[in-house]
């Protein structure tokens, strides 16, 4: 049987059959759905029956894992893969996993292990298309850009509505401070596509105060979270799916009245980040070479 692809919205998202992905693939497999991220930039796989060594076993194709995260705790036994929990805080800000280190991952998979029985969809939103969309002065802005990205701050919780949980996981987030600078408008290295690379941890262009900043970040955002740009993924059992983190951003909806909700996540490495005229990305603070190789 052949890989199926079949598109679930213009710009971003489509569904894969005819592979069983908890066995190990052929060459012609792998690259098949490598080409499918690269058009679709998400991908879902429905009925999948895959424990935390399959879902690593399946990201391992596309290349060397991270650890479950530079400073949150991974699942027991299992150090390359994150619990996404309603227990454990809820990620409801627009991101891309990671960018305040040096090298984000390249691609993450998201597992469905409990389910609620409404609500916690997952947004994933595509940055070639919000790059696409800018008008061409603004456009011609944005490829002279760069932005610090930095996990030291809470991307999900105003300061005001914390508590004692929640004030010790934000410590525990921000235990290892990073802060990386990297162009505002990224080059994929595969396809040489151009996307916005900003989300919830870019906090400042280099070069301009934290309001003028804030003002141009928010304006390139909106073209990121534009409804014609989003798949708006609902859940169900036993689900899988792989986006590119290199030109999109997620956001998990917090709209299940508090019910369980929980997947697995596992990252795979990626390279430094490239802007249009060439230059990579650079480190301003933080080491993480415990989380991710630099992929060569």
Partial sequence: MSIEISKVTANIGARV?????????????????REAL?????????????????????ARHFGDLTTAHPTVAAVDGAPNVLPVDSERGRANHWHTDVTFVLNPPQASTLR????????GETLIASSAAAYRDLPAPLRALADTLWAEHTNDYDYAVPD????????????????????????????????????????????????????????????????????ENIL????????LVLFDNRITQHYAIDNYDGRPRRLH??????????????????SIEGDASHYTSVAG
């Fill in 17 to 33: 059959s005819g592979v069983d992905i908890s066995k190990p693939l052929d060459e012609e497999q792998v690259t098949a759905i």
């Fill in 38 to 58: 690269n058009v679709h930039k998400a991908l879902a796989f429905d009925d999948v029956h895959l424990d935390d060594e399959g879902q690593q076993a399946f």
């Fill in 112 to 119: 469905s292990i409990t389910v609620p029985p409404y609500g």
């Fill in 160 to 227: 005001e509505q914390i508590d004692e949980e929640q004030a010790a996981q934000r410590a525990q987030f921000t235990s290892i401070k990073f802060r990386t600078a990297h162009p505002v408008v990224r080059v994929h290295p595969l396809t040489g596509e151009r996307g916005l690379f900003i989300g919830g941890f870019a906090q400042r262009i280099v070069g301009l105060s934290v309001s003028e900043s804030r003002k141009l970040l928010d304006l390139f955002q909106s073209y990121v979270t534009r409804p």
């Fill in 232 to 239: 708006r993924w609902r859940w169900s059992p036993n689900q």
């Fill in 265 to 282: 996540r596992v990252t795979v490495a990626g390279d430094v980040p490239v802007g249009i005229e060439g230059k990579e990305s650079y």
